[in-house]
């Protein structure tokens, strides 16, 4: 495979021409309370304030990350080890993604060449920074992890076809072939205009095109299904609410749960019971009008099932 260069040139880095911001991302209670804050977020200056929360608050890696001084140089502890953190700039993401993605095309011969690699790298880190494209939301998530960072973790339950053999192989840890896509269970409902439609239906049915509710608008305006997939059988986790709230989904969904009086995006599969959920990340809803989604709701057990997984 050949690349050629569109929006950025050979020898110079993928950034060139775009200016970044340092910004500040935060999330507040009804009640003015701080439950979210991060500093010093670098991020291209022509992003919004929603793409630098999103980023911030769901996808950047909140530890393991090696970190580094103004310089430039690796900051290590006093035994030399290196000091972890979480992600903090834009760019960091960019390059697990897209050298992520490089990396696998080297390894099974994709590109004709090494510059081909470099372009096909580079190119998409425009892309990203310039939000001239963007991968599915599990993507930013897991993507690259390992790549960029050697995490690993334990296996989640996901298969994959082994290109030197042609065999399915269950993975054998969360990150070094992660899995970048969500689901729900067979029976999860989707609020469309006609009704709520169970998702496996959507799946099985095939039912591209279908008016769905997508919550723009202050929780109105619809969209349509584009394509569908069935993803096979996985565990399908159920944390069970003390208001009688249930949500059910596999453990690669992210809920924003409270935990010492500290919030953060956690997969369901890493909640542990005692902790509270938030139901809305929504700041203008009326606690006297809508509580069930503004009251946090203590998670009281769970139990793993196992179902049908799809996603729309």
Not at 87 to 114: N, S
Not at 150 to 168: K, N
Not at 275 to 281: F, G, I, K, P
Request: charged share 25%.
């Amino acid at each position: 495979m050949r690349v050629a260069r569109r929006f950025t040139r050979e020898g110079q880095s993928p950034y060139a021409g775009i200016q970044f911001d340092q910004r500040v991302s935060e999330i507040k209670n009804p009640d003015g309370s701080t439950v979210f804050r991060q500093d010093g977020i670098s991020v291209p200056a022509g992003w919004s304030g929603v793409a630098t929360d999103i980023l911030a608050q769901k996808y950047f890696r909140k530890s393991g990350v090696p970190q580094y001084a103004a310089d430039g140089k690796p900051l290590l502890d006093r035994d030399g080890r290196p000091v972890l953190g979480g992600e903090r700039d834009a760019r960091q993401v960019f390059h697990r993604l897209a050298g992520c993605w490089m990396h696998w095309g080297e390894k099974y011969g994709y590109f004709d060449t090494p510059s081909d690699a470099r372009a096909f790298y580079d190119e998409l880190c425009y892309m990203l920074a310039a939000q001239v494209a963007a991968p599915n939301s599990p993507q930013w998530f897991n993507t690259g992890l390992h790549y960029g960072y050697g995490l690993s973790g334990p296996a989640q339950g996901h298969h994959y076809v082994d290109p030197d053999t042609g065999i399915l192989t269950r993975a054998s840890s969360a990150y070094e072939r992660p899995q970048p896509h969500a689901c729900q269970p067979f029976h999860a409902l989707i609020s469309t205009p006609e009704g709520p439609v169970p998702i496996g239906q959507i799946v099985t049915k095939n039912q591209v095109g279908l008016e769905v509710y997508d919550g723009r608008d202050e929780g109105t305006g619809t969209t349509r299904v584009v394509a569908v997939k069935e993803n096979g059988e996985r565990a399908v986790f159920r944390v069970e609410l003390r208001n009688g709230v249930t949500v059910e989904a596999t453990g690669d969904h992210l809920v924003y749960a409270i935990a010492n009086g500290v919030g953060s995006w956690r997969r369901v599969d890493e909640v542990e019971p005692g902790s509270a959920l938030r139901l809305s990340t929504r700041t203008d809803v009326r606690r006297d009008s809508q509580p069930s989604e503004v009251d946090e709701a203590a998670l009281v057990g769970w139990l793993q099932a196992h179902d049908k997984a799809h996603q729309d």
